[in-house]
């Protein structure tokens, strides 16, 4: 995995984690043991629901404990001139006709229909870095590109509102 990540983004890990552990699994647990008292467990449809849920709940720990495992720990700031992590930056797509404001977060943080894009997305790889006015070339593809004009940006900081990414 070696996700490049916050410590912000570790906290918000630990704490999910701390949640599915302490909460959620003993909950979950419970609800498989009331169900399988329903009887006839190949028609209880409770039941298989109420394992399904479990199992969810275990998976997702392993996935957050593997990326706490894997982690390469970023800072969250970056040089006050050019766009960085956790920036607001407003750009310019001409062959659409579009101004829009982002901001760069972690993978884990990502929300691209709320505006805040990954900074290993295209978009966001190709704007850190850079200052307003620049223009630069977003690569999606090998067949598939668009260039933008950075319009401005604003220095952000790691907000710990932002959640964390669900599946």
């Given amino acids: ?5 916050t410590e912000v983004d570790i906290q918000k890990m630990r704490d999910e984690l701390k949640y599915r552990y302490e909460v959620l699994a ?3 647990g419970a609800e498989v043991k009331r169900t399988r008292e329903y009887g006839d467990l190949s028609e209880n449809a409770e039941y298989k629901v109420a394992k399904q849920e479990r199992n ?3 998976s997702r720990i392993r ?3 593997a990326m706490i495992r ?14 960085g992590l956790f920036d607001h930056v407003t750009y310019y797509r001409a062959d ?3 101004t829009k404001t982002i901001q760069i977060v972690t993978t884990l943080r ?10 290993e997305s295209p978009l966001g790889h190709a704007l850190l870095g850079h200052h307003a006015g620049e223009r630069v070339t977003v690569v999606v593809s090998e067949t598939k590109q668009y260039e933008l004009e950075i319009v401005s940006f604003e220095k952000g ?11």
């Avoid at 929300?111 to 805040?116: E, H, M, R, S, V």
């Fill in 63 to 65: 996935y957050l404990e």
């Fill in 26 to 28: 003993p909950a979950l």
């Fill in 157 to 167: 900081e790691d907000n710990t509102d932002l959640p964390i990414s669900t599946f």
């Fill in 96 to 98: 659409i006709d579009k």
């Fill in 70 to 83: 894997t982690a390469k720990v970023i800072p969250a700031s970056s040089a006050p001139d050019v766009i």
């Fill in 110 to 119: 990502q929300d691209a229909l709320a505006g805040f894009i990954s900074k």
């Fill in 56 to 58: 969810k709940n275990r």
């Fill in 1 to 5: 995995m070696y996700d490049e990540l």
